[in-house]
């Protein structure tokens, strides 16, 4: 197969993710989407060790893994504290610090 | 193999550190004040590693039959080494009071601090993208978690929220940078993607320029320029005062060890491509960033407006180093080493004094400040007039040498444009001094309290007089040539 159909997969994937940020609400949503992001990136990264011939882009993708997994925890687990603090996943209703309140 | 275990002996005691406290921290036997000391232990051991091994001045890779090029060990990254720590030291111990006065404090903070030091000292070692990317996260993790400290308040957790989301989403834009910039060289190795650089027309690497140009977002975004300012001031406010003072002084030195990193060894053959949109950024942020300085009430959220501006001075002096300044380099360097010590100085006060008040700080607050503590008046007047630029202090300084470069460099109008926001903020950083000098108070004259926290904002501002117009009297003091001499040798050793 050629390269260029993952190329563009990966960046169908990367504008998904980014749009997907900037125009849902919802946290999840959100944290879903950046996942996304980074996801296409890792692709991105196989499709390019694929092409060098080179595997240190596949060690790349697989550090990446870990990473997002960390973010993963910190994401989620700020989800479940901010719902338990207001009752709402959705990022409409936190505009507390835009009105300039203490 | 001994000599580069010890090389990676300040690395090592922080991660050592965390752990320990990450270990102790629900022992009874442990209050604040004792976590607070062994935090401070291991950071002063770290530091005191740092200056014994300062000397040994070859350009080294750490263990570099293990892990490639990947760590380099440099007078550039150990001077900011030293500056992560001595930051972090000042961050707890200036708030030591306030720790105390807030019961969410707990063991985990500190260890955070550490594992957030600890990545940040990684970054400034990265000779490699993914390892800077990586860097990059454990210090940004940390830092997330800690903005969201103060669990029960909702303008915390909203911080946190706001620079989570903006934060993973421009670290993913880091990564896909790296990915084409990969693409394009074969390697993420910043040796390798110099070289390529060196060897190619401008024309035929496109890939790379956009990968790069994906990877100044990131840079961008974390130091605060002004397309991408929008978390800086609502999470400098929603953070807790010690976090603030951490972000505003530590992290953002950290990201620009990177940045000069990148853009000096890096991308030095193609600077000339960015010149522009540098130029245009460094012009948005002077503006916007003095725009919503001016407009703010609270004292926490003017710093953090004027910490935009203090970004574009800096955005000056890289703009200027991309066009060919002899002096920028050694001008960027000293400027964040004067800003660095007038920002933990400022932030150090203002989190010191608030340690006593539940809300924030608001400018009538400092109203008749100087009739009821007329030493910490004095040392905030400093600290601000360090802000400002005003001479005979170190801000004065970094100041001038960044505006010569800009004129050395040819760009008059961005030069004259950073006067004009020196002007203006004269305005907002004078208010404070008005309102604590120009303003009867009622309330008792309170005693100095002559404790750690005091004694070492006392000491900043000496050293922000000092080096603002010290020679080298005093010995281990470097006085402002000390200083130059220090920003001069850091930037010879990137090249």
Not at chain 2, 359 to 386: C, H, V, W
Request: glycine share 8%; with cysteine; hydrophobic share 55%.
């Amino acid at each position: 197969m050629s390269p260029n159909l993952f190329f563009l997969l990966a960046s169908l994937l990367f504008s998904i993710g980014l749009v997907g940020l900037v125009s849902r609400r919802n946290l999840f949503v959100l944290y879903m989407s950046i996942e996304l992001m980074l996801s296409s990136i890792n692709l991105l990264l196989a499709t390019f060790s694929k092409v060098l011939g080179d595997a240190s882009g596949s060690v790349i993708a697989l550090l990446m893994i870990g990473v997002i997994a960390a973010e993963a925890a910190l994401f989620l687990a700020m989800i479940v504290h901010i719902y338990r603090s207001s009752r709402s996943v959705d990022s409409d209703n936190f505009t507390a610090l835009a009105q300039g309140k203490e | 193999m001994i000599e580069q275990l010890i090389l990676t002996l300040p690395m090592a005691i922080i991660v050592l550190g965390a752990f320990v406290l990450l270990l102790i921290s629900h022992s009874k036997r442990f209050n604040l004040d004792r976590l607070n000391l062994i935090a401070v232990f291991f950071l002063i051991l770290s530091s005191c590693v740092q200056f014994i091994i300062f000397k040994s001045n070859d350009i080294e890779f750490l263990f570099s039959d293990v892990f490639g090029e990947t760590f380099i060990l440099d007078t550039f990254s150990r001077i900011f080494d030293l500056m992560f720590t001595i930051g972090a030291i000042l961050t707890l111990l200036i708030n030591n009071d306030y720790f105390k006065s807030r019961r969410y404090f707990n063991g985990e903070y500190f260890a955070l601090i550490l594992f957030s030091v600890f990545g940040m000292m990684m970054l400034s070692h990265a000779h490699e993208l993914v390892t800077a990317f990586i860097a990059l996260e454990i210090a940004s993790l940390s830092v997330y978690a800690l903005v969201g400290y103060h669990k029960n308040n909702r303008v915390s957790s909203e911080a946190m929220l706001k620079y989570m989301v903006l934060g993973s989403m421009t670290g993913a834009f880091f990564m896909l940078g790296t990915a084409l910039i990969y693409g394009a060289v074969g390697s993420t190795n910043l040796s390798d993607i110099a070289l390529y650089t060196a060897n190619h027309n401008i024309d035929e690497m496109s890939l790379l320029m956009v990968g790069a140009s994906f990877i100044s977002i990131t840079i961008m975004f974390k130091i605060g320029a002004v397309p991408f300012h929008s978390w800086v001031i609502d999470v400098y406010h929603g953070a807790p005062y010690p976090i603030t003072m951490f972000m505003a002084s530590t992290f953002k030195i950290a990201i620009f060890a990177i940045a000069l990193r990148l853009y000096i060894v890096n991308f030095g053959e193609v600077n000339v491509f960015w010149s522009e949109l540098l130029q245009a950024i460094t012009i948005l942020t002077l503006i916007g960033g003095s725009w919503m300085a001016i407009s703010q009430t609270l004292v926490k959220r003017m710093l953090a407006g004027s910490s935009i501006v203090h970004s574009g001075y800096l955005l000056i002096g890289i703009s200027s180093l991309g066009l060919g300044s002899e002096m920028a380099g050694p001008a960027v360097m000293f400027y964040l080493i004067a800003y660095f010590i007038s920002a933990v100085g400022s932030f150090g006060i203002l989190s010191f004094i608030a340690s006593q008040s539940k809300t924030q700080m608001r400018f009538e607050d400092f109203k008749g400040f100087a009739n009821r503590r007329p030493y910490m008046a004095l040392m905030m007047s400093i600290f601000m007039l360090s802000l400002a630029g005003f001479p005979s202090t170190i801000g004065f300084l970094g100041k001038f040498y960044i505006f010569t470069s800009a004129i050395e460099s040819g760009q008059i109008l961005l030069a004259g444009l950073g006067i004009l926001t020196a002007f203006i903020s004269v305005y907002y950083y004078f208010k404070l001094i008005a309102m604590m000098y120009f303003y009867e108070s009622d309330e008792q004259k309170k005693k100095l309290p002559i404790d750690i926290s005091t004694i070492l904002i006392f000491a900043m501002g000496l050293v922000v007089v000092w080096g603002g117009m010290g020679t080298t009297l005093i010995p281990f003091i470097p006085g402002a040539d000390g200083f130059i001499d220090i920003a001069q040798e850091t930037i010879n050793s990137l090249k």
